[in-house]
């Protein structure tokens, strides 16, 4: 069975411009969230989406947006890139909401 | 592949021996506890969970051990072997809604 996979491995961007990531879940998982790791810290919650509908948030600006497709795929935009955006954007899907939670190999994000 | 956390606390342990990796967690509204995985340039590798209801589970070399008094999770590692050399992760999950991860710490296993 394939694993959560995310596309693009790496990336690199703009000041100011905009982002898409992209994200399959495992089959069967109906439950994407997104995190973002930088350099020396643990991930940090983005968002939450279960059955196409955003459950849980983090702190994080408006720039971040996300959304769920029927396919239960997801997709991560930021806009307006700022430097401090550059990190390892990770994906992980869950069957439901609080089970085990299995993340993908990530986008690294460089913004220059 | 890049390292993951350079200036986190570090566990140096000889292959063979066992292991124990320890976490203060922040909620007491926390219900589900993961622990993860990370070598350089990866995604975090789910190892195992435990519920609240639990202080105790046990998996393939692993155990984690939850003390909801403290507020306090540990991972045991059995055997440790050098594959084990990675960051590991703890992760507190409070209703379904969001993972809370812990800065890490770095497990090195000296052959």
């Known amino acids: 069975d394939a694993g959560v996979t995310q596309s693009p491995t790496h990336l690199i961007k703009t000041r100011g411009q905009q982002v898409t990531l992209r994200c399959s879940p495992i089959s069967g998982h109906k439950s994407v969230s997104w995190y973002q790791q930088v350099l020396g810290q643990g991930p940090q919650f983005i968002f939450q989406?279960?059955?196409?509908?955003?459950?849980g948030r983090g702190n994080f600006p408006d720039r971040f947006s996300a959304r769920q497709f029927p396919n239960y795929s997801s997709e991560l935009n930021v806009n307006a890139l700022l430097l401090g955006d550059s990190a390892l954007y990770l994906c992980a899907s869950s069957r439901f909401q609080n089970t085990e939670a299995f993340f993908g190999q990530g986008t690294r994000l460089t913004v220059v | 592949g890049e390292s993951v956390g350079l200036h986190l606390p570090t566990l140096s342990v000889q292959e063979g021996d066992n292991s124990i990796i320890n976490c203060a967690y922040s909620?007491?509204?926390?219900?589900?506890f993961i622990w993860y995985k990370q070598e350089s340039g990866k995604g975090p590798q789910f190892i195992i969970d435990i519920r609240s209801n639990m202080d105790k589970r046990q998996g393939q070399r692993v155990t984690v051990l939850l003390n909801k008094t403290v507020k306090h999770l540990s991972l045991q590692i059995a055997a440790t072997q050098p594959g084990d050399s990675a960051v590991y992760f703890c992760a507190e999950n409070i209703e379904g809604n969001d993972m809370r991860f812990g800065a890490g710490t770095r497990l090195t296993v000296k052959p």
């Open positions: 909620n007491s509204a926390s219900d589900y």
């Open positions: 989406y279960y059955e196409k509908e955003e459950r």
